[in-house]
């Protein structure tokens, strides 16, 4: 098992800026992927990045140029850096937990959820 905990969701006004941060703990060091997903209101889960345990990272094109990800493996600890941000950016964010490789842009593909955190961007 694996157990997620985000922070750092909030209130910012557009093109303002955010850090989300997920602390992993149980089995965390098992993990292939850490990843982040959203969800807006009335809509369907979408991947926003991910970070595999060995350090490359994956972004959906409407976050790349903006967030980052970056983690550290010792802490078991992901982060999402998000900069420039956009009222389309308002959603709950989830930090997920993959334990066996593959592709990392699909929920599906994820074990573990954290319970989310809340981001509004307000124009």
């Known amino acids: 098992q694996v157990q997620l905990v985000e922070s750092g969701g909030g209130l910012v006004q557009e093109g303002g800026s955010l850090r989300l941060s997920c602390s992993a703990s149980g089995r965390a060091s098992s993990t292939y992927a850490l990843g982040w997903f959203r969800q807006a209101p009335g809509k369907e889960r979408e991947f926003v990045a991910a970070?595999?345990?060995?350090?490359?990272?994956t972004y959906a094109d409407s976050v790349k140029g903006r967030f980052t990800i970056s983690g550290n493996n010792a802490q078991n600890t992901v982060y999402l850096e998000m900069n420039n941000l956009k009222p389309e950016d308002t959603a709950v964010y989830y930090c997920?937990?993959?334990?066996?490789?593959?592709?990392?842009?699909?929920?599906?593909?994820?074990?573990?959820w954290g319970q989310g955190t809340r981001v509004t961007v307000s124009s």
């Open positions: 970070r595999r345990r060995i350090g490359s990272v």
């Open positions: 997920s937990a993959k334990s066996t490789i593959g592709v990392v842009t699909t929920g599906a593909g994820y074990e573990y």
